[in-house]
C-alpha cells in the first residue's frame, strides 16, 4: 500500500511539472492522466458491486401460467411448468403464478440473506394470503441508461431457514417488451452489507467527479482519495472493506457553504395507465410499485414518497385491499404524498372544459373520502401541452399549484421559465414549476443536482428546486440506490444540498415571495406530439359522443329529479364519468398506446355510449308521459342551451321548428312548410345565401355569399381537396414539420349525384385513392350559409395523412380557436421560428378567420388538428401510423365537418352558437304509448339565459346538497351581463366554485337571476330546492 501511495504522490508531481507547461502536449497528457485514473476507479466500483451478493444455493421455480391474471386464490389454475434458468416460459404478456422454495445454508441465516430473482419480466412478492409485499423487474428491462437502471431483483431473506414464497409473474419488462421470457435469476445469496455500503460511498464520488471542475483542488481531492482508498482494496474481508470507507468518510463529509439553490426531492413513479401495456397490467404495476415504495419507506426514514391518479388507488383499493390499507397508515403518518386532485393525468387538449371539471371533481372527492385530504396541486408531469383556460379551471377547483416537465421536449424553442406564474384566458393565475432537471425519473445523482443548478433558469429569485426520482412511466419507482446515493448528498461539497420533502411544502415555500418571478400567458404549448390531436380517431369520436349525451343524460335527470319525477342517478353516472375520465388518460385520448388499448377501449366505449343513450330514451318516453303527449305524436328535444329553429324532415314532409333552450315542441300533426327554392346539382349547390360550384375532380372552385356579393376563396385554389400526406418520419405521436414541402396526393372522384333530401340541397360524391373508399354527403339547407360534409371513409393505407383544406379570402393576422370554455387566438403567420413551430394547433368545434366585417368558420364533430397559415383552414382528418398502435386508424370511420361563411367577425356571426348545435343537433322521438293528447305543443324551456354571449353548459344535481347545478360561460371574451330563467321551485341561488364549494348569495327575482361575467368568466350556480 505504502508503494502504490508513492507511486500516486509521483504521478501527481508529474501533473504537477505538466500544468506548468503551456502546450497541447500539456493537455493531452493531463487529459490521458484523468483518464486513466477514472478508468480505474470506474473499473474498481464495478468490482466491488460484482461482490456484493454471493450466492449459495439455487431456488426451485414451479407455477401455474395463464394468458390473463389471475387472483392468488385461483393461482393454481393455470398451466402447470417447471421454471428452469436460461429456459424461455412465456409469450409478451403471458402472467404466471410460482412458487418459489429453497433452503438457506445455515452459515447464510441471518440478515444478510437474501432473494436474487429475475423472471425476464416484472414480478410480485406476496405475502402467505396473497398481499403484495415487493416488486421486483428483470435487470435488462427497456430504460435510458442515463437515468439509472430499472432492474430490482433483491428481496429479504433476513432470519429464515427456508424459502417458501409465491410470486406473481409478468412475461414483460417496464415498457412493455418481451425480454426473452428466460428466467435469468433464483438464487439465495448472502449480502455484504459494508461492501454495498462502499459502493454507494465509492460511487457518489465517482459522480461527484463529473461534476466539477478538473481543475479544482475539490476535484483534485476527490480524485485522489477515490483512487487512493480504492487501490488500497485487494481483498473485500470486512477490515479492508471498513478502511476504504473510513477513507472515503473523510470527503463525503465536507460540506458545501451557504447554498444559492438547494433542492427538494421526492420519490416518484410517474404511471401510465396505459401505454405500452394494456390497463390490466397497470392495475399489477400498481400493486408492484406501491409494495416497494413501502417496504422502502419502513427501512428509510427519511424517504418521501408521492403518488398521483386516484384510479390508480381505486385499482388498488378494488384488487389489493391489504396493500391499500398500508398506502392509507403511511398517508394518515405523513409519510406518502397523495398527489395531483384529477382523477387521471388527462390530456388537456383533447378532453372538454366539463371533462376537465369531472377530472377534478371525482379526483377531489375521492382523496377526501378515503384520505380526508384535498391536495392543492396539479401534477401532469408527462402531458402534451396545456391550453389557455386551464389556470381559471384549475383556481375555480382550488388548485393553486401547477407542476410538469413536458415543456422540456420542445423541439425547436426551449420553454423559457422553470418557475413562473402561468396566467390564463381570463386572467386567472397559478404558481407553476417546471422541474429543473427536466426529468421526472431523476437518478438522485450529484449529477442530478449539478444539472438542476446550471440550468435553473430562475436561480436567481428563487432559491429551490423540484426533483421528482425514482423509476416511471413504466412504475417501478426509486429504488434502494437513490436513497443510499441520497443519504450521502444532503449537503456535499460541490453540488446544492439537497433534502427529501414533500410537494406540497415546496410550492408553499416558494409562494412567499413570488415577486421577481416571469410571467407567461396564455396556452403552453409543447413543440412536439402534434400527431395526438389525430390519431385513433375513433377514441376520440367516441369521447366527445359521450361528453355531448352525459350533458343530455344529466339535463334530463335533473329535471326528472327536480319534478320529483325520478330518482338522480348519481352513482351510475359517476361511474360512467370515471371510466370516460380514465380513457381521456394522456396516453390513451391521444392515441399513443399499443393496439390493444385501442382495441378494448372502443369495445368500452360502444357499451358506456350504449348504456346513456338508452337512459336518455328512458327519461325522454317518460317525459312524454308525464307531459301527457298524445301516442305517435313527433316531440322534437332541444337539450342545448341555445333557442334554435331548424329544418326537419318528418313524415315525409319539409317542417321548419323553432324549439326553446333545453325545451321541445310536441307536433301531433305535420304539415309542411313551403321550402325556398334551392339548387342541387352534381356540379353545384345553391340557396338564396350561398352558391357552391365543384369542378371534374370534385373539389370547390367557386364559393360565393350571394348576400354580400363576396368570392371566399383566395384566387387560384380549390376547396375541400382530400388531401393526402406522405407522413412519414413519424409515429402515433408526432407529425413531421415538413410534411407540408412534400407535395401531397389526392382522393380521386369516382362519381357525383345531387338530390333534394327534404329541405335540403345534396350532392353526394364517391371517391377512391389506393385501398381506400371515402362518400361525402355535401348539404345546404334553405336560409343558411353552413355547408356541410358528411363522410365516410373505409380507410387503409400506411404512414399516411388524410387532411382536408379551404385556402379563404380573410385577410387576418390572428385565428381564433374554440378551446374549452372558451377561445384563444393564434397566429396565423409564420413570422419567427415559434410561429413555424405551431404548424399543428388544437380547436374544439370550430376555428375562424375573420376580420370586422366578415369571416370564415371551420366546424366539426370530433376532430382537434388544425393547421392555420396565410388564410388556409385545414383539418386533419386521419392519421395511419404503425407504432406504438399498429393499424392505427385503419378501418371505417364516419365524421363530419362544415364550413360557416358569415358577416361580421366570429362573435357578430355567432360561430360558438352554431358549432354548438352542429355537435347537438335536435332529438326528433315518436311518442309511444295510449295516452290521450292533453300537453300544451310547445315546452317553456326548464332553464333559459336571455345573452347571446353566454352558454349554459352543465345542468345536474349538486353532488351533495339538495340543489341543481348550472355551468354557465361567457365565450366571446368581453363583459357581459345575462339573466337566466330559472324554475318555480327555487328557494335561494348561490355562486360556487367548480367543486361547488363556497356560497355567495345571488338574489332571485321573478324566477330570474343577473349574473355578471367578466371576459371568458366560468361561473357554477346552486339553485337550492326546499
Known amino acids: 500500500m505504502v508503494h502504490r501511495f508513492y507511486y500516486l504522490k509521483l504521478i501527481y508531481c ?102 436474487l430473482f429475475d423472471c425476464g419480466g416484472e414480478a410480485l412478492v406476496v405475502d402467505a394470503d396473497g398481499a403484495p409485499l415487493s416488486g421486483l423487474t428483470n435487470v435488462d428491462s427497456t430504460f435510458d441508461p442515463s437515468l439509472g437502471r430499472a432492474g430490482k431483483v433483491v428481496f429479504p431473506l433476513a432470519h429464515v431457514s427456508e424459502v417458501d414464497l409465491w410470486l406473481e409473474l409478468a412475461c414483460n419488462d417496464l415498457f412493455g417488451a418481451l425480454h426473452s421470457g428466460k428466467l435469468a435469476l433464483a438464487h439465495i445469496a448472502t449480502c455484504h452489507h459494508e461492501l454495498r455500503a462502499l459502493y454507494y460511498d465509492a460511487g457518489v464520488l465517482r459522480d461527484l467527479l463529473r461534476c466539477l471542475d478538473n481543475a479544482s483542488a475539490r476535484f483534485k481531492r476527490v480524485l485522489f482519495c477515490l483512487s487512493s482508498a480504492l487501490n488500497g482494496l485487494t481483498t473485500y474481508n470486512d477490515d479492508a472493506v471498513a478502511t476504504c470507507r473510513q477513507a472515503l468518510a473523510v470527503e463525503l463529509a465536507k460540506k458545501g457553504g451557504d447554498p444559492t439553490v438547494s433542492v427538494v426531492g421526492i420519490g416518484h413513479a410517474h404511471m401510465d395507465l396505459a401505454w405500452l401495456w394494456p390497463i390490466r397490467e397497470t392495475k399489477r404495476k400498481g400493486a408492484r410499485t406501491f409494495a416497494t415504495a413501502l417496504d422502502l419507506l419502513g427501512r428509510y426514514p427519511d424517504y418521501h414518497f408521492g403518488a398521483s391518479q386516484p384510479q390508480l388507488f381505486q385499482w388498488m383499493k378494488e384488487d389489493y385491499p391489504q396493500l391499500y390499507a398500508r398506502i392509507q397508515r403511511q398517508v394518515q403518518q405523513g409519510r406518502l404524498e397523495i398527489q395531483g386532485d384529477m382523477w387521471v393525468e388527462p390530456d388537456t387538449n383533447v378532453p372538454s372544459g366539463e371533462s376537465l371539471v369531472r377530472q377534478f371533481l371525482y379526483g377531489r372527492q375521492f382523496f377526501q373520502q378515503e384520505f380526508g385530504q384535498v391536495t392543492r396541486m396539479l401534477w401532469l408531469p408527462d402531458v402534451f401541452g396545456y391550453n389557455a383556460n386551464l389556470p381559471q379551471i384549475m383556481k375555480k377547483s382550488g388548485i393553486d399549484y401547477f407542476m410538469t416537465q413536458k415543456l422540456s421536449w420542445n423541439e425547436h424553442n426551449p420553454f423559457p421559465h422553470h418557475t413562473f406564474i402561468w396566467h390564463g384566458i381570463d386572467g386567472s393565475s397559478v404558481l407553476s414549476h417546471m422541474l429543473p432537471e427536466e426529468t421526472y ?108 349525451a352525459l350533458r343530455e343524460l344529466e339535463f334530463l335527470a335533473s329535471r326528472q329529479w327536480f319534478y320529483g319525477q325520478k330518482e338522480y342517478p348519481a352513482d351510475t353516472l359517476q361511474e360512467i364519468w370515471r371510466e370516460v375520465l380514465l380513457y381521456q388518460f394522456h396516453d390513451i385520448l391521444p392515441g399513443s398506446s399499443i393496439r390493444r388499448v385501442y382495441d378494448e377501449s372502443v369495445a368500452r366505449y360502444e357499451i358506456l355510449l350504449a348504456q ?57 300533426e305535420v304539415i309542411a312548410d313551403t321550402v325556398p327554392e334551392i339548387t342541387a346539382q352534381p356540379q353545384r349547390l345553391e340557396n338564396d345565401l350561398l352558391r357552391v360550384e365543384f369542378n371534374e375532380q370534385g373539389h370547390i372552385d367557386a364559393l360565393v355569399d350571394k348576400q354580400v356579393g363576396r368570392s371566399l376563396l383566395q384566387s387560384g385554389t380549390v376547396g375541400n381537396q382530400l388531401a393526402v400526406y406522405e407522413d412519414i418520419g413519424g409515429n402515433c405521436w408526432d407529425i413531421n414539420i415538413t410534411y407540408r414541402q412534400r407535395t401531397p396526393e389526392y382522393f380521386q372522384l369516382v362519381s357525383a349525384t345531387a338530390r333534394q333530401e327534404g329541405a335540403a340541397a345534396v350532392v353526394e360524391q364517391c371517391y377512391r385513392y389506393g385501398n381506400s373508399r371515402l362518400t361525402q354527403k355535401i348539404s345546404l339547407l334553405p336560409d343558411s350559409k353552413r355547408l356541410t360534409f358528411e363522410t365516410h371513409v373505409d380507410w387503409h393505407e400506411r404512414d399516411k395523412m388524410l387532411r382536408t383544406s379551404f385556402a379563404v379570402n380573410i385577410l387576418s393576422e390572428r385565428v381564433s380557436c374554440d378551446i374549452q370554455f372558451g377561445k384563444f387566438s393564434r397566429s396565423a403567420r409564420i413570422n419567427n421560428v415559434y410561429d413555424a413551430a405551431q404548424f399543428e394547433i388544437c380547436a374544439h368545434k370550430w376555428i375562424d378567420y375573420s376580420r370586422t366585417d366578415y369571416g370564415v368558420a371551420l366546424l366539426n364533430e370530433s376532430k382537434y388538428g388544425h393547421y392555420a397559415k396565410d388564410g388556409v383552414l385545414d383539418l386533419n382528418l386521419l392519421r395511419s401510423q404503425t407504432y406504438p398502435g399498429t393499424n392505427a386508424d385503419e378501418g371505417e370511420h364516419d365524421f363530419a365537418y362544415a364550413l360557416f361563411p358569415h358577416c361580421g367577425d366570429e362573435v357578430v356571426g355567432e360561430v360558438n352558437r352554431e358549432a354548438y348545435l352542429f355537435n347537438n343537433p335536435l332529438r326528433i322521438n315518436i311518442a309511444d304509448g295510449v295516452q290521450p293528447q292533453t300537453a300544451v305543443e310547445l315546452s317553456a324551456g326548464f332553464i333559459s339565459c336571455n345573452s347571446p354571449h353566454i352558454c349554459l353548459e352543465t345542468v345536474k344535481k349538486a353532488e351533495i346538497q339538495r340543489a341543481l347545478v348550472l355551468r354557465v360561460w361567457e365565450f366571446d371574451g368581453g363583459e357581459a351581463t345575462a339573466d337566466i330563467q330559472i324554475p318555480a321551485g ?41
Open 441 to 548: 425519473n431523476s437518478p438522485a445523482s450529484p449529477g442530478s443536482i449539478q444539472r438542476i443548478e446550471t440550468s435553473y433558469h430562475e436561480a436567481g429569485v428563487c432559491d429551490q428546486a423540484l426533483m421528482l426520482f425514482g423509476i416511471g412511466d413504466g412504475g417501478g419507482g426509486p429504488g434502494e440506490e437513490h436513497l443510499e446515493r441520497l443519504k450521502r448528498m444532503k449537503n456535499l461539497s460541490g453540488i446544492a444540498p439537497v433534502k427529501q420533502g414533500y410537494a406540497i411544502d415546496f410550492f408553499r415555500n416558494i409562494a412567499k415571495d413570488c415577486t421577481h418571478y416571469p410571467h407567461y400567458h396564455g396556452e403552453l404549448y409543447l413543440e412536439k406530439h402534434q400527431g395526438t390531436l389525430t390519431t385513433q380517431a375513433r377514441n376520440k369520436r367516441f369521447n366527445r359522443k359521450l361528453e355531448n
Open 612 to 668: 346513456v343513450e338508452q337512459r336518455i330514451q328512458a327519461s325522454l318516453a317518460e317525459l312524454h308521459r308525464q307531459a301527457g303527449v298524445r301516442a305517435g305524436a313527433f316531440v322534437i328535444h332541444n337539450l342545448s342551451g341555445f333557442a334554435r329553429e331548424e329544418w326537419l324532415q318528418l313524415a315525409d314532409k319539409s317542417v321548419r321548428v323553432a324549439v326553446p333552450a333545453f325545451g321541445y315542441r310536441i307536433m301531433n
Open 986 to 1026: 327555487v328557494t335561494r341561488a348561490l355562486l360556487t366554485n367548480l367543486m361547488e364549494e363556497g356560497e355567495e348569495e345571488i338574489a332571485i327575482a321573478n324566477g330570474h337571476v343577473t349574473l355578471t361575467f367578466a371576459p371568458f368568466e366560468i361561473k357554477t350556480l346552486l339553485l337550492m330546492l326546499p
Open 14 to 115: 508529474v501533473g504537477y511539472i505538466l500544468s506548468c507547461v503551456p502546450s497541447p502536449i500539456k493537455e493531452y497528457a493531463m487529459i490521458s492522466f484523468h483518464e486513466k485514473l477514472l478508468r480505474d476507479i470506474d473499473y474498481q466500483i464495478q468490482q466491488i458491486e460484482k461482490n456484493i451478493y454471493t450466492p449459495v444455493n439455487e431456488l426451485t421455480v414451479e407455477g401455474f401460467i395463464t394468458p390473463e391474471p389471475v387472483p392468488f386464490a385461483r393461482r393454481r389454475q393455470g398451466k402447470p411448468h417447471t421454471f428452469i434458468p436460461g429456459e424461455c416460459w412465456g409469450q409478451l404478456w403471458d402472467c404466471a403464478w410460482v412458487n418459489v422454495r429453497g433452503v438457506v445454508p445455515a452459515q447464510a441465516r441471518g440478515d444478510a440473506a437474501v432473494m
